[in-house]
């Protein structure tokens, strides 16, 4: 498994895994007064850029590959057809702002909210609880939260960008949840695709996180924060108290 250095993307064993396109985002940008009819196409063309530049023909969108909830409308039903035509095998796990995904399902694979494992790894939206099959892999990577961090520079200045989470397993809680599991497993959490989506990530919060986080399968405040460059800024619960 390879992060991209400073993309929001895995690679692994020949296939390209992101989350959170929010194809369609374009109509939220119109209610709040900006114009960017080509946002969802840019965002399919770094997609694009990617996979020739790794030799990869197998991408894996990890939820929310829309953003309006109930239906599928016109940007995302291009973004995704484009994606089609660039001859990638697509596979998508379900997320909370899939409905109407199935359109699709002739051109691309769908796999329930509760995931699916790819060589080892699991790969989940996030909003919905894992499989067993998936709690028995290596890593589990979820898209969903979006996660971000806050920096503030030597002048003060405070800025947001996006992170890496690895989280290690808590074996006794997961152990009230599942028969069966990996008792090595680690929790990935993805950042997500679209570069307008994202939460600041704090410890003890579990109020939209998702099963996994909200029971907390994993020791999400001693997780390990990374950013896309590849730096290692520390464990959460360090990095909150020295904000």
């Not at 890593?139 to 960008?161: N, R, T, V």
Request: some cysteine; hydrophobic content about 40%.
């Amino acid at each position: 498994m390879q992060f991209i250095y400073n993309a929001p993307a895995i690679i692994h064993k020949g296939a390209l895994i992101i989350g959170d396109t929010h194809f369609g985002m374009e109509r939220r940008l119109r209610e709040r007064g900006i114009s960017s009819n080509d946002f969802s196409m840019r965002l399919v063309e770094k997609i694009i850029s990617i996979s020739k530049e790794h030799k990869i023909k197998k991408l894996f969108l990890l939820g929310d590959v829309k953003d309006d909830i109930a239906y599928v409308d016109a940007f995302t039903r291009e973004a995704v057809n484009e994606l089609i035509n660039a001859k990638l095998d697509i596979s998508v796990v379900r997320g909370n702002h899939d409905g109407g995904i199935e359109e699709f399902e002739s051109k691309i694979k769908i796999f329930p909210a509760e995931g699916l494992v790819y060589e080892k790894l699991a790969l989940i939206h996030g909003h919905s609880w894992p499989s067993e099959e998936c709690m028995n892999s290596e890593y589990l990577i979820a898209a969903h939260q979006h996660p971000q961090m806050q920096f503030i520079d030597s002048s003060g200045k405070k800025h947001i960008e996006p992170v890496w989470l690895i989280a290690e397993p808590n074996e006794k809680i997961i152990s009230e949840h599942f028969d069966s599991f990996n008792k090595k497993i680690k929790l990935v959490m993805l950042p997500a695709f679209n570069p307008l989506v994202g939460t600041v990530i704090k410890t003890d919060v579990f109020s939209v996180l998702g099963p996994v986080l909200n029971n907390k399968l994993f020791k999400w405040n001693d997780a390990l924060v990374y950013r896309l460059n590849g730096v290692a800024v520390g464990k959460l619960s360090d990095i909150e108290v020295t904000r």
